[in-house]
């Protein structure tokens, strides 16, 4: 497959009326090999594609005598267009194939390309992009680390024992950290409002969490570093 460009620049115009030249290998029934030159010509239009935007290729196609033009259509043909085509192959008997792919064929043929729709964001469910999951850990980190000293001062606050003014300072800093990287009102609306104790579970499911994404960026599994030591800066 070969790209072609007119110029550099992200709107360049087809070079000689065709967006991308493919070679595909054919084989025949001798077993008999050789290569079928298609020229493809892409058309974006948010309505139907005017039957005036398909000479280029098809003048070119005349010249050149490739094997199949194609048409290739981010949403369809206009009635008009189709019809042009079908009124060119009758007059000119082009010695070269005629072929257009709609919407619908571009998403039967796209839905088994799993890595294809993924690296241009097309599944109902696209892979997070590595800076998305670092930031997801980060902004876990920090609150699984805010909710474990929540649950220390629930438990101290339980015993009945005097709370340590040390502690009680880090506290406050950390809190101010907590409200610096997840925003203020985030942090406020969200869990500076409550002290009130979290169980276990909730603990544990928020730890599972923090381990699964350093999985995915390289920790092995119950390699987590919670970062306690937040406080201390």
């Known amino acids: 497959m070969d790209w072609r460009k007119g110029t550099p620049m992200n709107s360049s115009p087809a070079d000689k009326g065709r967006d991308i030249v493919c070679q595909q290998l054919r084989e025949d029934v001798d077993g008999s090999k050789h290569f079928e030159t298609w020229f493809v010509d892409c058309k974006h239009y948010?309505?139907?594609?005017?039957?005036?935007?398909?000479?280029?290729?098809?003048?070119?196609?005349?010249?050149?005598?490739?094997?199949v033009i194609l048409f290739m259509i981010s949403g369809f043909l206009s009635n008009p267009a189709k019809?042009?085509?079908?009124?060119?192959?009758?007059?000119?008997?082009?010695?070269?194939?005629?072929?257009?792919?709609?919407?619908?064929?571009?998403?039967?043929?796209?839905?088994?390309?799993?890595?294809?729709?993924?690296?241009?964001?097309?599944?109902?469910?696209?892979?997070?992009s590595a800076k998305k999951i670092m930031r997801a850990q980060q902004e876990l980190a920090i609150r699984y680390s805010y909710e474990a000293v929540l649950a220390h001062v629930s438990k101290e606050q339980r015993?009945?024992?005097?709370?340590?003014?040390?502690?009680?300072?880090?506290?406050?800093?950390?809190?101010?950290?907590?409200?610096?990287?997840?925003?203020?009102?985030?942090?406020?609306?969200?869990?500076?409002?409550?002290?009130?104790?979290k169980d276990g579970f909730f603990l544990g499911r928020m730890a599972g969490k923090l381990s699964a994404l350093q999985w995915v960026l390289g920790d092995e599994w119950d390699l987590a570093d919670y970062p306690y030591d937040l406080l201390d800066s």
């Open 83 to 128: 019809e042009h085509l079908e009124n060119y192959r009758r007059s000119n008997r082009p010695a070269f194939k005629i072929k257009y792919w709609e919407r619908p064929q571009l998403e039967r043929m796209a839905r088994k390309k799993i890595t294809l729709q993924r690296k241009h964001n097309l599944t109902e469910a696209p892979i997070r």
């Open 46 to 67: 948010k309505k139907g594609v005017p039957p005036t935007e398909l000479d280029n290729l098809l003048t070119w196609a005349q010249a050149d005598r490739p094997d």
């Open 159 to 197: 015993s009945g024992r005097k709370a340590d003014p040390n502690f009680a300072k880090q506290l406050r800093a950390f809190r101010k950290l907590f409200e610096k990287a997840l925003g203020k009102n985030f942090a406020t609306r969200n869990y500076a409002k409550s002290n009130k104790f």
